[in-house]
Each structure stands twice: as C-alpha cells, then as structure tokens.
C-alpha cells in the first residue's frame, strides 16, 4: 500500500510542467573562476569580516517578529567580576548570532550517465526514481539515480536530488518547489519594502549554499542594498559579511569605502582594504607593508581605485574633521584649567 502511493506520488510530480521558471539574474556577474570557499574560510578573513560587520548588540538581540514566544526578562544584582563574566558570554552569544552563511562556488549539473540500455526503451512513460533513504546517509552524497524512459540510468540532477531529499528526509520550512518570494514581481516588492534581512533568511533555509538560485538571489538582494546604499539594514546581521566578500570579490569596494571614511569608522574601513588584499594578493598596491589604516587607504587609493579622487578628498575631510575635534577638546581643557596656554 505504501509503495503504491509513493509510486503514484513520484509519477504525479514528475510529469508536472515545469511553472517556476528561472529568472535570469540582472545583476552582472564576476569572471574570477576561483572557488572562493578557502578564501572565504581564512581565519584572517572571517577576522576581516567580524570587524566590517560591526557587531550592535541591540540589534544583533532585537526581537523578530517570526513566532517565536518571548522570554520573560531577567533582572540580577552583579559583582564586577560577575558583571565581565556576564559580558564576555554575551559577546560569544552575539557572535554565534551573526554566524556568516558559507560562501562557496556555484555547483555543477553535470549528469553523469552510467549505462545506456535501449532494449529498456518504451517499458515506462514517466522517469523512475531510485533513492538510497537509508538513516544515517549525507543528503549530499546520498545514492539517487534516474532511469529514463529511452532506458538510460544515470545520476540524479542537483534539483532531482534536493526533490527527493526533501521528499524522504524534510527539513522543517524547506519546501518542495521554490517560492514565489523568490521570483519577481514578489521578489521586486520584498525588496522594496525593505525585508532584506528576511529574504535572506529564507534563502538560507530554502537553498543549499552551492545552489544557483541561491547565488542568483543573494547577488540581486546585495545589489539593491549597495547601489541604494541601504547597508545599515544589514550590518550587524550575519548576512553582512557575505555581502561585503562578494563586493571584495568583484573588485567593487570604492562605494563602501567612501562610506566608511566619511562616518569616520576608519578602522573598518582599513579592514575593508586589507580584505581586498587577501582576495587579490596580485593588485599594485598589495605588495606595500603598511600599517596605518590612513596610509593603506592611500596607497590602494593612488594605486588600484578608479574613485581615487573622491577618496582622497574624504580622507581630507575626515583629517580636518579630527584636526578641528583636537582643537575643541584642547579648549574644553584650557577652559577647565587642565592645561596651559602654551599647550594649545
């Protein structure tokens, strides 16, 4: 009984037209063919990242509106001791929650065929599914194969797998077939509405990191924050990181530098050049040993940056800035008698 309804289950979803068209992504794509995984990985460039993303606690345990039942606040009297202890958890806390989604290469969908057996043509209408759902298997690696209706078997697609996986062994959320959200016009009006944070979100429940869909949606989200400059909405998110890797991958950075720069978050924006660096060891300026953030800025600036200028002039600023700020506080001081006049 229960192999009859699976089978009738499998035929029925097979022999479905395919409704959910993929969209072309208008968003261009990089031409560095490297697997960005072992860059991405690099213990100096998930330091790099940490930093960039600029961790707020009141934003990184911010309550979400997803139905999850709120805790009851806890009040405590603390020692100073306990009070750093207290702290120090929240900082490791903080941290897990803003757990970067991997970023890896696009996967192949490359099938391989592993015999061709026409005397088998004509027998069935619809492909046949076989699946290992043996308990204890990696989904990744788990034994799927398909034998077609001209009688050839060969190895299941990476949709074909992620169907039947989801089919055996469900992950709570993940559905079948990908979501409208995911296709425009939802996806224009999600994006408009300023939901990025749950967009990708759910692109991390839906999708397996290597997915192409999953790199076409992350791609259209990162660009719409960037180009409308809407990257406070991110930071502080676990979704910054990835995003800011993929502007460092494609060479892309001039725009969040400036930004950087001109909120005078310098040190960032020192992060933000060397994770160029590491990305692209090659480049002009990578060769220079500095360690100043203002000197780096510079050297990537004159050398590597098409926004040369514009940069250049915000390091001005931020310099005349913190010239004008000495110059306040060294009244402020004289004012209160902390110092001479000679000093100022």
Same mark, same amino acid.
């Given at each position: ?126 492909? @046949? &599914? %076989? ?7 990696? +989904?990744?690696?788990? /034994?799927?194969? *398909?034998?077609?209706? #001209? ?91 990835? @995003? &800011? %890797? ?7 950075? +001039?725009?969040?530098? /400036?930004?950087? *720069?001109?909120?005078? #978050? ?79």
């Amino acid at each position: 009984m229960m192999c009859n309804r699976i089978n009738f289950v499998l035929k029925h979803f097979y022999k479905r037209p395919i409704w959910n068209c993929r969209l072309c992504s208008t968003i261009p794509q990089t031409t560095d063919e490297r697997d960005p995984a072992p860059f991405f990985f690099d213990g100096h460039v998930q330091e790099l990242l940490t930093t960039l993303t600029r961790i707020n606690y009141e934003k990184v345990f911010a309550i979400r509106r997803d139905g999850t039942q709120l805790e009851v606040p806890q009040y405590a009297f603390m020692t100073d001791k306990e009070l750093q202890e207290a702290r120090a958890l929240l900082a490791t806390k903080a941290k897990r929650c803003i757990q970067m989604p991997p970023v890896v290469k696009i996967r192949s969908d490359e099938v391989e065929v592993l015999v061709k057996e026409p005397e088998l043509e004509g027998y069935e209408q619809y492909n @046949l &599914v %076989f699946t290992d759902i043996s308990f204890g298997k990696n +989904n990744r690696d788990r /034994l799927i194969v *398909i034998r077609e209706p #001209n009688g050839t078997l060969r190895q299941a697609t990476c949709n074909e797998r992620h169907r039947m996986n989801q089919i055996y062994f469900p992950i709570n959320g993940r559905e079948l077939h990908t979501p409208k959200m995911f296709f425009h016009p939802y996806l224009s009006d999600l994006l408009d509405q300023g939901e990025f944070e749950f967009i990708l979100d759910r692109a991390c429940l839906q999708f397996e990191p290597d997915d192409p869909e999953y790199h076409r949606v992350t791609k259209e989200v990162y660009s719409y924050v960037y180009e409308l400059n809407k990257l406070d909405a991110l930071r502080s998110t676990r979704h910054f990181g990835p @995003l &800011v %890797f993929q502007l460092a991958w494609e060479k892309n950075i +001039n725009k969040l530098l /400036l930004e950087l *720069i001109d909120t005078e #978050n310098i040190e960032e924006a020192g992060a933000l050049v060397r994770l160029y660096y590491a990305l692209h060891p090659d480049v002009k300026s990578a060769q220079e040993t500095i360690h100043e953030d203002i000197e780096l800025i510079k050297v990537y600036a004159e050398l590597n940056s098409l926004e040369r200028h514009a940069i250049s002039n915000a390091i001005q600023r931020y310099n005349k800035m913190q010239k004008e700020r000495k110059k306040v506080e060294k009244g402020i001081m004289k004012a209160h008698g902390l110092i001479d006049n000679e000093d100022v």
